[in-house]
C-alpha cells in the first residue's frame, strides 16, 4: 500500500503562484506514474498533469500548459506541482494520485492510490 500527502495549498491572488507536494510513504513510487488532479466546487474531478517513472516525460492539459509543471524526484519520494500565473478558475481541491502500470494516462479511473487533496483557492 502506498499513503499519498499532499500539502502546499492556500489562498493566493490572480497571478501569484504555488507549489503543491506529494510525499509517498509505505512504498517507492519510483516505478509509478504520478499525476494531479483537480475537483473545483460543483465540478467532477479532473485530470491535471502526469509525470512518467522516470520523469523525462510529462503530460498537461491545455488549460495548465506554459503555467504548471509537474516534477518529481524519487529518491525522496516526492512529486510537486509549480503553479504559476494562477487564475481563480484554478481554484480547486488538488489531488495527488499513483498509477502503478507506469503507463502515462490521464483517466482517473486507473489510478490507485490517491492522497486526501489541499485545497488551492485563487482570489480575483
Not at 516505478?31 to 494531479?36: A, C, E, K, N
Not at 483537480?38 to 492539459?61: D, H, L
Amino acid at each position: 500500500q502506498v499513503q499519498l500527502v499532499e500539502s502546499g495549498g492556500g489562498l493566493v491572488q490572480t497571478g501569484g503562484s504555488l507549489r503543491l507536494s506529494c510525499g509517498a510513504s509505505g512504498r517507492t513510487i519510483s516505478s509509478y506514474t504520478m499525476g494531479w488532479f483537480r475537483q473545483g466546487p460543483g465540478k467532477e474531478r479532473e485530470f491535471v498533469a502526469a509525470i512518467s517513472s522516470s520523469g523525462s516525460t510529462t503530460y498537461n492539459i491545455d488549460s495548465v500548459k506554459g503555467r504548471f509543471t509537474i516534477s518529481r524526484e524519487n529518491a525522496k519520494n516526492t512529486v510537486d506541482l509549480q503553479m504559476n500565473s494562477l487564475k481563480p478558475e484554478d481554484t480547486a481541491v488538488y489531488y495527488c494520485a499513483a498509477d502503478r502500470s507506469g503507463r502515462l494516462r490521464w483517466d482517473k479511473r486507473y489510478y490507485d492510490y490517491w492522497g486526501q487533496g489541499t485545497q488551492v483557492t485563487v482570489s480575483s
